[in-house]
């Protein structure tokens, strides 16, 4: 196989294995954002994609699909467990979401993680051209940059961390914490979603190594002089594209009419939309629901809320206790308030394909992202985009990426119960004019800064430091 210009390197391949009735097995495109944005890249440049397939013992040799070469990491089912579910999912997740869950630490789960890490960095160093560039992906892959610098001198690194970065305070918990900071700043370029997380990185790199740092450079000493490690905010975001097409579609348009009907016509919808995940807030927002209704503010006849909640990481044991969480929250409610033609929440355990999930965001009047902690929260711009109209409330938590852009929202503190209940109400009793001015703005800022515009940002800042080497 011939070298790659341009590697990626993320915990999954942008791919899902399909297999047919008839066991014949094939390879779909995985509808992610990330995969729309560096689609371009890799077809003008010769790219490839280092991932794993996302099912346990799957040797596989590279393969192309749809004009993408891939490369697959195999992982055992214990590698699954101690390096996916043990410590990105266990360690590092809780970690740097506030300690909302706590991080479980285990030497061996650490030790799976540099395992895997480096068959992750092997891989991108093989397939990688002559003064090529790798674009890392995510906590799950921390050491990689340094792995593959070490393999791999000629190259230009970029690590992109799609989830916040913690405190110090909360940072210095972890055993390893120096390790993964010598990790990431094998990268030329760190991407964060906030201004605040890299903030925080530069602040954990002064203190715990004492590199110098200079504005958003760090000085990295090294045997052969230093090297400038640039750390610094690019806000993800979402390829506009699909949810302009589909919400001009009219069975979309038709299904969201019927999304109404079927709860009995309410005068609103709310909607939460969520990967079934406790920094998501989603027990939060039950809580507010439950006491308007509790309270006479609100009523089966005149709201319905809709929660989303999508199956994940059920075999980690933080959610499979939040869930029953949830679960028990909702059918209380439920059992409270339900009449026979209305419900209170109309609880999904479930995951949809697209076409549902924009004929959901038509027809909801109110979307509601509470998160406790979220990197940038992708749910909250495309719900702007889908709103042609400029009609429609978007409530939305400080604790997100997302509201560092997302001005016009209506900013809530999800931990002040009585803050969100008052927000819900104001969402809901918005008058049209008012909801149109907000929406107006913040489709603007959702339509100017997609997904493409955060790619090109960050390949042109990578750019740069190839541009200065050379
Ligand atoms: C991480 C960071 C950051 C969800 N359920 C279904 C479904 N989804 C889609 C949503 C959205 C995506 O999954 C979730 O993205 P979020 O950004 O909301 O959250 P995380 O999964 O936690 O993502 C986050 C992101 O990475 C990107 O950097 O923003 O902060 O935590 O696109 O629509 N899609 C379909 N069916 C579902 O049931 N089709």
Redesign the pocket.
Known sequence: MTAAEFVVVANRLPVDRVVAPDGEESWRTS????VAALEPVMKTVDGAWVGWAGQADLELEPFEANGIRLIPIALSEQEVEEYYEGFANDTIWPLYHDVIAPPQFHREWWEAYVAVNHRFAEAAASAVAQGGTVWVH?YQLQLVPEMVRTLRPDVTIGYFH???FPAHGLYAQLPWRDQVLRGLLGADVIGF?RAQDATYFLAAVRRRLQHPVKGSLVEVPGEEGSRRVLAKAFP?S?DTAPYLELIQKPEVRARAAEIRKSLGDPKRILLG???L?Y??GIRHRIKAYGELLTEGRLSVEDVTFIQ?A?P?RERVDAYVHLRDEIELAVSRINGDFDTMVHTAIRYLH?????E??VALYLAADVMLVT?LR???????K?YIATRADNRGVLVLSEF???ADELRQAIRVNPHDIEGLKDAIMTAVEMEPAEQSRRMRSLRKRVLEHDVKVWSSSFLDALADVRAQRS
């Open positions: 509808p992610g954002g990330l995510d799609h989830i916040p979603q993800i979402i939309v969520d990967r995940d920094t998501k989303v999508s994940s479930q995951g949809f394909p697209r549902e999930m998160a979220d990197g940038m929260n992708l749910v909250a495309e997100t990426g997302a």
